[in-house]
């Protein structure tokens, strides 16, 4: 049965979930977050979101809120049957949420409880999760606190990063919305535990910063969470990038931060070992260790 759809959301995240539903029910409209001002040069930019649905030929609305009236009313106007919210960026206030004819479901991209809120896909590596996994969720007044319809689970892997899970989790939240949308009638909303509660909040910029005190294993944990941004830390005056690094089984009882060898092996906290592989210095392309180390050279203490 085809269904009404208004669609929310706004990264690339959510593209997938909105490519499933177009093909098999009537999107009417797509909400994303308004164009705003982006990269070094500032330019206003629409969101992956908004530019994909232009694409498709789907109405798109981008109010900065919904504190407006006029706003809500044109959001009831769509009578959709459902509402689907994929990272849309905000939080829905009742009159949004209640609007539909049956039900508004978010697509989230953990295993609730945990990791509610804004970034949980980079939190769950960055904490070293065994596993993480997407969520059909009821959207309600509290964040990410909806009952659950469905999830599916997926591992992580040592060599997952924050854009490989950003991936598998965008198409399996994909799927698992087609499934809620074709079965719904079947599915029971299924409470959220109160044990295990923890919050992904927004990363600051202390998040991109290594801090050598810390073991190895969670400066890995960091520097793959944050891929392809990458992690960074501070040499005399550059602010040097770091994509990728190596757990190594060695131990040092020399100062964290210490570079150990000229192939960069660096002394981390509690006498742990990672080596740099890729990195990039300011203004520079992005190189594996050996190319770095031609015309750069890192030397004594890291900070």
Same mark, same amino acid.
């Given at each position: 049965?085809?269904?009404?759809?208004?669609f929310?959301?706004?990264p690339?995240?959510a593209? #997938? @979930?909105?490519?499933?539903?177009a &093909?098999?029910?009537? /999107?009417?409209a797509?909400? %994303?977050?308004? =164009? $705003?001002?982006? !990269?070094?040069?500032?330019?206003?930019?629409?969101?992956?979101?908004?530019?994909?649905?232009?694409?498709l030929?789907?109405?798109?609305?981008?109010?900065?809120?919904?504190k407006?009236?006029?706003?809500?009313?044109?959001?009831?106007?769509?009578?959709?049957?459902?509402?689907?919210?994929?990272?849309?960026?905000?939080?829905?206030? #009742? @009159?949004i949420?209640?609007?539909? &004819?049956?039900?508004? /479901?978010?697509?989230?991209? %953990?295993?609730? =409880? $945990?990791?509610? !809120?804004?970034?949980?896909?980079?939190?769950?590596?960055?904490?070293?999760?065994d596993?993480?996994?997407?969520?059909?969720?009821?959207?309600?007044?509290?964040?990410?606190?909806?009952?659950?319809?469905?999830?599916?689970?997926?591992?992580?892997?040592?060599?997952?990063?924050?854009?490989?899970?950003?991936?598998?989790?965008?198409f399996?939240?994909?799927?698992?919305?087609?499934?809620?949308?074709?079965?719904?009638?079947?599915?029971?909303?299924? =409470?959220?535990?109160?044990?295990?509660?923890?919050?992904?909040?927004?990363?600051?910029?202390?998040?991109?910063?290594?801090?050598?005190?810390?073991?190895?294993?969670?400066?890995?944990?960091?520097?793959?969470?944050?891929?392809?941004?990458?992690?960074?830390?501070?040499?005399?005056?550059?602010?040097?990038?770091?994509?990728?690094?190596?757990l190594?089984?060695?131990?040092?009882?020399?100062?964290?931060?210490?570079?150990l060898?000229n192939?960069?092996?660096?002394?981390?906290?509690?006498?742990?070992?990672l080596?740099?592989?890729?990195?990039?210095?300011?203004g520079?392309?992005?190189?594996?260790?050996?190319?770095?180390?031609?015309?750069?050279s890192?030397?004594?203490?890291?900070?």
């Open positions: 049965m085809k269904h009404k759809i208004v929310m959301g706004t690339d995240f593209i #997938p @979930a909105l490519e499933h539903i &093909k098999e029910h009537n /999107v009417v797509v909400y %994303s977050q308004p =164009p $705003r001002p982006k !990269g070094r040069g500032q330019e206003v930019q629409k969101s992956p979101v908004h530019l994909y649905a232009e694409s030929g789907i109405p798109i609305f981008t109010p900065a809120n919904f407006d009236s006029i706003a809500i009313e044109i959001f009831q106007q769509h009578a959709a049957d459902f509402v689907v919210v994929v990272a849309y960026g905000l939080i829905l206030p #009742p @009159a949420f209640e609007a539909p &004819k049956i039900n508004t /479901v978010n697509i989230h991209a %953990s295993l609730l =409880p $945990r990791w509610r !809120g804004a970034d949980p896909i980079r939190r769950a590596i960055m904490a070293g999760d596993e993480t996994g997407v969520a059909i969720m009821k959207v309600e007044k509290g964040l990410d606190t909806g009952g659950i319809y469905l999830e599916e689970r997926t591992p992580i892997v040592s060599d997952d990063t924050g854009e490989s899970l950003h991936d598998i989790l965008s399996l939240g994909a799927h698992l919305i087609m499934e809620y949308l074709n079965n719904y009638n079947n599915l029971e909303e299924k =409470p959220q535990s109160l044990d295990g509660i923890t919050y992904a909040h927004k990363l600051s910029k202390e998040d991109f910063k290594i801090d050598w005190q810390k073991p190895a294993y969670d400066i890995y944990n960091q520097v793959r969470a944050l891929f392809p941004m990458g992690a960074f830390f501070q040499f005399e005056d550059d602010q040097i990038k770091i994509k990728k690094v190596t190594l089984d060695e131990k040092t009882d020399l100062k964290p931060g210490t570079i060898s192939d960069l092996k660096i002394a981390c906290g509690n006498g742990t070992v080596q740099l592989d890729i990195l990039q210095r300011p520079k392309k992005v190189m594996d260790r050996d190319d770095f180390l031609k015309g750069f890192l030397f004594g203490t890291l900070k």
